[in-house]
């Protein structure tokens, strides 16, 4: 098993910065690749960012191209989302999540840990 915990929500004006943080503990010699992903009242769960544990590629929505970077220390077992520019649309709150193997970036279900989420609100 592996254990998430997030930090860094927080209540900012649009334009602000965030820098969010998720800590893995346990097996983490097994995860392939962590993320985030953010859920808005009244939507679905949608994924934000994800990064190769081992080659560091990196994945975005559409949406935070740009503002948003993420980013590992793969020594702390920690993944990171720096986020830019925020916008009152980026509003929800933040799950920080890790697949044991290869699976969609894009697709919640094929994630297999998940964090107890962050909550960020952007006012305008």
């Known amino acids: 098993q592996v254990q998430l915990v997030e930090s860094g929500g927080g209540l900012v004006q649009a334009g602000d910065s965030l820098r969010l943080s998720c800590a893995a503990s346990?097996?983490?010699?097994?995860?392939?690749?962590m993320g985030w992903f953010r859920q808005a009242p009244g939507k679905e769960r949608e994924f934000v960012a994800g990064?190769?544990?081992?080659?560091?590629?990196?994945y975005y929505v559409d949406s935070v191209k740009g503002r948003f970077t993420i980013s590992r220390d793969n020594a702390k077992n920690t993944v990171y989302l720096q986020m830019n520019s925020l916008k009152p649309e980026d509003t929800a709150v933040y799950y920080c999540a890790a697949q044991r193997e290869s699976g969609s970036y894009y697709r919640s279900w094929e994630w297999h840990y998940w964090g107890q989420g962050t909550q960020v609100t952007v006012s305008s």
């Open positions: 346990g097996r983490t010699f097994s995860i392939y690749a």
């Open positions: 990064i190769s544990w081992s080659s560091g590629n990196t």
